[in-house]
């Protein structure tokens, strides 16, 4: 357990609205993180974040915007969906390990555009 | 230009036996491979990792070989169990990268039958 939490877990939204997913963490991880699933795409990285407010681009950026103003919270946000956007978003943070830094994800949060 | 791939969508075992699942990669400066777990409807879950300065790395009845010269690594399940069942990503990234911005193959899915 990363001690990440995902909200909202579920999401149904309509084709243009604004949608805000929040990633929360309670172990002061400095790295976090956003990626989608697809199918036949594997994970792919959205944005990324290394510290409060330093945030950075990742593979599938466009049409995404994130911000961390606490070291706790990481969001991501569409700010207007649309059907490609329905997708499975993982947040993670990234811990040292003896070899190499692991990501370690949370438990998603499933959006459908419609 | 997919840097980490898994050719094999799907893999079929029965109990008992072993499982191989197999990754290929073609960025030469990778030197942290990670193997990731993932039941449907939960996140990705951390499995095994090996540095490129090793070419074997065991945690109990998980096994990752490294390969550097041909670029392949593989993941062996002995004995497998029903509840490895999951879909398995492959994930790569070198000290030089981003922070734990691992690339993820495309994912195998593993059916082990009773």
């Known amino acids: 357990d990363a001690g990440i939490t995902q909200s909202p877990r579920h999401k149904v939204t309509e084709t243009g609205t604004p949608v805000t997913l929040r990633c929360h963490q309670t172990e002061n991880h400095r790295y976090m993180y956003w990626y989608r699933q697809d199918p036949g795409h594997g994970l792919r990285l959205i944005h990324y974040?290394?510290?409060?407010?330093?945030?950075d681009k990742g593979e599938v950026s466009d049409g995404y915007s994130v911000s961390r103003s606490k070291t706790e919270d990481f969001l991501l946000t569409l700010e207007s969906a649309t059907s490609s956007q329905t997708s499975v978003y993982f947040c993670a943070i990234s811990a040292q390990g003896a070899d190499g830094n692991t990501i370690y994800f949370g438990e998603g949060s499933w959006l459908t555009v419609v | 230009d997919q840097q980490v791939k898994q050719n094999s969508p799907s893999l079929s075992v029965q109990e008992g036996r072993i499982s191989i699942l197999n990754c290929d990669y073609t960025?030469?400066?990778?030197?942290?491979f990670l193997w990731y777990k993932k039941y449907p409807a939960e996140g990705p879950t951390f499995l095994i990792s090996i540095s490129s300065i090793k070419d074997k790395n065991e945690d109990g009845r998980f096994t990752v070989f490294l390969n550097k010269s041909a670029k392949h690594l593989s993941l062996h399940i002995v004995p497998s169990q029903p509840g490895d069942s999951a879909v398995y990503f492959c994930a790569a990234n070198w000290v030089g990268g981003s922070q734990g911005n691992l690339i993820f193959g495309k994912g195998t899915k593993l059916s082990v039958k009773p």
């Open positions: 974040s290394y510290g409060v407010k330093d945030t």
């Open positions: 960025n030469s400066m990778f030197d942290y």
